[in-house]
Nanobody
Framework: QVQLAESGGGLVQAGGSLRLSCAAS????????MGWFRQAPGKEREFVAA????????WYAESLKGRFTISRDNAKNTVYLQMNSLKPEDTAVYSC?????????????????WGPGTQVTVSS
């Protein structure tokens, strides 16, 4: 079993930045592909970013590329999401997820484990 716990969410003004963290624990947690998703009220959950280990490959939602950056510290089994130039439409619950492969990392069904999420609210 892998357990995930997000942190770093909160309220930020438009144009500001936040850094989210996702700590993973459990057997072979460092070998998992890690992804970030978000879900705004009334909307479907959408892919944000993903990172593989080993290899260091990253993927981003096209609309977020350039503003958001995913990184990981494998020694700490932690993945980060740096969010810059935040907009009100970025307001959502952000969740991290872990998967071992066998599909498309941008799709929710790639991932076996999910964290409970952390709220990000961007004010005008």
């Amino acid at each position: 079993q892998v357990q995930l716990a997000e942190s770093g969410g909160g309220l930020v003004q438009a144009g500001g930045s936040l850094r989210l963290s996702c700590a993973a624990s459990g057997r072979m947690a460092s070998t998992y592909t890690m992804g970030w998703f978000r879900q705004a009220p009334g909307k479907e959950r959408e892919f944000v970013a993903a990172s593989t280990w080993p290899g260091g490959n990253t993927w981003y939602a096209e609309s977020l590329k350039g503003r958001f950056t995913i990184s990981r510290d494998n020694a700490k089994n932690t993945v980060y999401l740096q969010m810059n130039s935040l907009k009100p439409e970025d307001t959502a619950v952000y969740s991290c997820a872990a998967g071992l492969g066998g599909g498309n990392v941008t799709r929710t069904n790639f991932y076996r484990y999910w964290g409970p999420g952390t709220q990000v609210t961007v004010s005008s």
